[in-house]
């Protein structure tokens, strides 16, 4: 199982870029690389998801090096909304009936006024 | 997008007694459910994780005979905590997957517990 290491915790203010890193060294080939934000007393919600390269969605961009050995989450222009605390998760949930889906500390965002 | 509902939202139950979590996907089939159990200011811990019709695999430390899970459908998957204590007290989550639907899992709202 690959293994992530995040920041505990990194502070903003609104209206800036955050961008919080996740190391996974021993990323298999088949790996997926997953965020989730949770917000207190709510389930994780998908923010975005890639494998290689750069992917961008409506709310986040995702830089994944050519070693994928890491990724880096980006939130542009966060508002006080974003305060919650953010999850890399690493995995190939395709098809191995074996697989789990194991959470590491996360990255709690606190975005200031 | 695919939904996963948890039931109930929140309980309060006495101590000794059992209390039944459920957890349903309600527009796809799940083929795996993870259950999670977190703790104030602290990640989510994997409990266990089911597959449909199997017997659950429990992580290490967690009881088996205290949190009993069944996954008796593609659609539902339960948590029973028997004979609750307060240290029981705690947030769940259930999440599921289903391969044909690609390498996102969705989760639950999660349960929040309180044994008094």
């Known amino acids: 199982l690959a293994k992530t290491t995040q920041p505990i915790s990194m502070d903003s203010y609104e209206g800036q870029e955050v961008n919080i890193t996740c190391s996974h060294n021993?990323?298999?080939?088949?790996?997926?690389i997953t965020w989730y934000q949770q917000f207190p007393s709510q389930g994780p919600r998908f923010i975005i998801q890639g494998y290689k390269t750069k992917v961008t969605n409506e709310v986040a961009s995702l830089f994944i090096p050519a070693d994928r050995k890491s990724s880096t989450l980006s939130l542009p222009r966060v508002s006080l909304s974003d305060t919650a605390v953010y999850y890399c998760?690493?995995?190939?949930?395709?098809?191995?009936?074996?697989?789990?889906?194991?959470f590491g500390s996360g990255t709690r965002l606190l975005v200031r006024p | 997008g695919a939904v996963v509902s948890q039931h109930p939202s929140w309980v309060i139950c006495k101590s000794g007694t059992s209390v039944k979590i459920e957890c349903r996907s309600l527009d796809f089939q799940a083929t795996t459910m993870f259950w999670y159990r977190q703790f104030p200011k602290q990640s989510l811990m994997l409990m266990a994780t089911s597959n449909e019709g199997s017997k659950a695999t429990y992580e290490q430390g967690v009881e088996k005979d205290k949190f009993l899970i069944n996954h008796a459908s593609l659609t539902l998957s339960t948590l029973t905590v028997t004979s609750a204590h307060p240290e029981d007290s705690s947030f769940y989550i259930c999440?599921?997957?289903?391969?044909?639907?690609?390498?996102?899992?969705?989760f639950g709202q999660g349960t929040r517990l309180t044994v008094v």
């Open positions: 998760l690493v995995g190939d949930l395709r098809g191995d009936s074996s697989y789990k889906l194991i």
């Open positions: 999440s599921a997957t289903n391969p044909g639907l690609g390498t996102e899992a969705f």
């Open positions: 021993n990323i298999a080939t088949n790996d997926y």
